[in-house]
């Protein structure tokens, strides 16, 4: 079994296509989904069809991203990074070249099947490019990108609707895939997949078992549930307030931009040792939980500090989680971690506002707020009486 040795970071030409494919898998999700309401069309007849038209993409990563993770460590993530690349843009070049509303449906399957292969793969490489000691600044410039694509995805994926409609919005993201494969096979070096132990489905289940798995990946779960909260929820606490759409979107847009900046420094201040994997994923569940906290105040004034606070402690949990699971993960292993790693946060996107909506169905969206709060509080007592086996360099 191999582990990731402190090696010097790769050099930023290197990384900068991994990035980039992280902004097109989150500008690619929000992008559209953002603007399929406003859309019409006879493929989009019923809330109901565009329920299920919003579910296809992250349906499509839910079901396959452990499956790419485990064949990203079998052929090389380079492979599966340029495929995914090249398949998104032909699923975004269908919904063009085709006719009938059916194709639509196609297209965003295609697109999130796609996003299931190069997303876990870039996660990989981010991992296999960089020394142990780099882990938290390349996983926190790797979050702050795709933060990027989901706080930019809404606004340009919008403006590009009102210019052309929603053909120029699949045509662009087809560009974009495009692009971003041709920089990353010239950019990224062949990285070759490394010799493995047979593993057993027993020995997998033990290694998804083991705290070291199982307690960064629940932390991004619970933050991606937050984050999808507070986008969801966070404007129709605003609309009750009074408040108007342009005031509720700006609140996003705080969220949204607050995670995105955290990310950096909080990696920066994990390679310098000025905060540990354990407590910085403590004090980020407690801000997230304290943001859900402060959603259920009235007027602007909750919006606003639960908007700040969500995003702060989403912030300081994604690169801290990302960067824990690359450094007790067998190098030989990463893809397959990191894909089992994206299946816990599409079920934390899912699950989040799932049960909030059910909760405030039933008595109310403040009580919502609040179990999600509680829920997230309890994840520090799991963080901080949980014992697990030694592993090579992580310090969980």
Not at 7 to 22: D, N
Not at 295 to 304: F, M
């Amino acid at each position: 079994m191999t582990s990731l040795q402190d090696a010097p970071a790769a050099p930023r030409t290197r990384m900068w296509p991994l990035y980039a494919a992280g902004f097109t898998t989150a500008f690619g999700a929000h992008g559209i989904a953002a603007n399929l309401g406003g859309f019409s069309d006879d493929a989009v007849t019923s809330l109901l069809v565009l329920g299920g038209l919003l579910a296809l993409y992250d349906g499509a990563e839910v079901v396959l991203k452990p499956l790419f993770g485990t064949l990203a460590d079998r052929i090389g993530a380079r492979p599966l990074l340029l495929g995914g690349l090249v398949a998104f843009a032909a699923a975004s070049a269908l919904y063009l070249v085709a006719d009938g509303p059916g194709w639509l449906w196609a297209a965003r399957f295609g697109q999130g099947a796609a996003a299931s292969a190069f997303s876990p793969a870039a996660s990989a490489l981010v991992a296999r490019l960089n020394g142990a000691s780099g882990l938290g600044r390349a996983y926190g410039s790797y979050g702050f990108y795709k933060s990027l694509g989901y706080t930019l995805g809404p606004l340009l994926g919008g403006v590009l609707v009102w210019a052309g409609g929603l053909g120029l919005l699949f045509a662009v993201l087809g560009v974009l895939g495009v692009a971003v494969a041709v920089w990353a096979a010239l950019a990224v070096p062949v990285v070759p997949p490394l010799p493995k132990t047979r593993q057993t489905v027993l020995d997998l289940a033990r290694r998804l078992a083991d705290p070291a798995f199982l307690a960064p990946t629940a932390a991004l779960a619970g933050a991606t549930a937050a984050l999808s909260v507070g986008v969801g929820f966070l404007p129709v606490s605003g609309a009750a307030a009074g408040l108007g759409p342009v005031a509720t979107g700006a609140a996003v847009s705080v969220l949204a931009g607050c995670a995105a900046l955290v990310q950096p420094r909080t990696g920066r201040a994990l390679d310098a040792g000025r905060i540990t994997v354990r407590g910085g994923l403590v004090a980020g569940l407690l801000i997230t939980a304290a943001g859900l906290g402060c959603a259920v105040l009235p007027g602007v004034a909750g919006v606003v500090s639960g908007a700040a606070l969500i995003g702060v402690g989403t912030g300081v949990i994604t690169p801290l989680g990302f960067a824990a699971l690359a450094a007790s993960t067998p190098t030989e292993r990463l893809g397959q971690t990191m894909g089992a790693a994206e299946l816990g946060r599409e079920l934390g996107d899912a699950g989040g506002p799932l049960l909030v909506a059910a909760i405030a169905t039933a008595v109310g969206l403040t009580f919502g707020f609040g179990t999600l709060a509680a829920l997230l509080a309890l994840g520090p007592i799991i963080l901080l009486t949980t014992r697990r086996r030694p592993a090579p360099t992580s310090e969980i």
